[in-house]
């Protein structure tokens, strides 16, 4: 018998399999999720969707983009495990390329696993440009090789325990009490499931780093259902190339 958390968490994902699976590559970011967005909320309770809307309002008003790394910072060091169980340093993926750093929030997340699938059709036209793409997440290794192998990734996935990298970035934030009290009303324990005593979780950020740790490009928005415009990441790599100083 599934559990109330298997079984919200199938409710979450249903709506956004179908709408990926018709998404155009020709389409921006935004109006991919926007497609997600149109029809999932055909079906998702009002009450949850209320209660999303005021959450993301929440995280607005409190400015947590305020506290997060930006252009001009250096990425911090970090060694996470990947989806394979390899221990991955970050001043070896440096040593190979620029990077193209992006957070999700797991593999429960709708948005998060379109704009995972939308980079991996960019994947080699962030490579001419010498970028190699790495998602992060807090959720453990095995959930890591679930999403690179649903969302068919060749690129690096991270795992992230207890978001210590996240930190490092200023990227955490606690849900708001209006969302997760009705995600709860469904049967899903953010915090449980992530093994969390809160239920935290990362901005859905994108940064562009070049090779010498130096942030160049980054994507900040509270709104989970925005996320960085590939246009934006291969011109911030086009900047790159012209700057060997970076």
Request: hydrophobic fraction near 40%; proline fraction near 3%; include cysteine.
């Amino acid at each position: 018998m599934y559990s109330k958390i298997s079984v919200a968490i199938v409710y979450i994902l249903f709506f956004s399999l179908a709408v990926i699976a018709q998404t155009q590559t020709q389409k921006s970011v935004a109006e991919e999720l926007k497609q997600l967005d149109d029809e999932s909320s055909k079906q998702v309770p009002q009450s949850l969707l209320d209660a999303g809307r005021k959450g993301t309002e929440e995280l607005i008003a409190q400015g947590i983009v305020k506290k997060a790394l930006n252009v001009g910072d250096r990425m911090p060091e970090f060694i996470l495990t990947d989806a394979s169980g390899k221990s991955v340093k970050s001043a070896d993926l440096l040593k190979t390329s620029h990077l193209v750093v992006t957070f999700y929030r797991g593999a429960w997340c709708p948005f998060c696993n379109l704009y995972l699938r939308s980079l991996q059709k960019k994947s080699q036209d962030f490579k001419q440009l010498g970028a190699n793409i790495v998602a992060i997440s807090l959720e453990k290794q095995d959930r890591s090789l679930t999403v690179a192998q649903n969302n068919k990734l060749d690129f690096t996935v991270l795992s992230d325990p207890k978001l210590v990298v996240a930190r490092k970035f200023g990227i955490v934030y606690e849900m708001p009490k209006v969302t997760n009290d009705a995600i709860l009303a469904v049967g899903f324990d953010l915090a449980k499931y992530n093994e969390m005593e809160k239920a935290e979780l990362p901005l859905s950020a994108t940064y562009v780093i070049s090779k010498k740790g130096k942030i160049v490009y980054a994507f900040l928005d509270p709104d989970y259902k925005k996320r960085a415009e590939h246009s934006e990441v291969i011109k911030a790599l086009m900047e790159l190339q012209k700057k060997k100083s970076y």
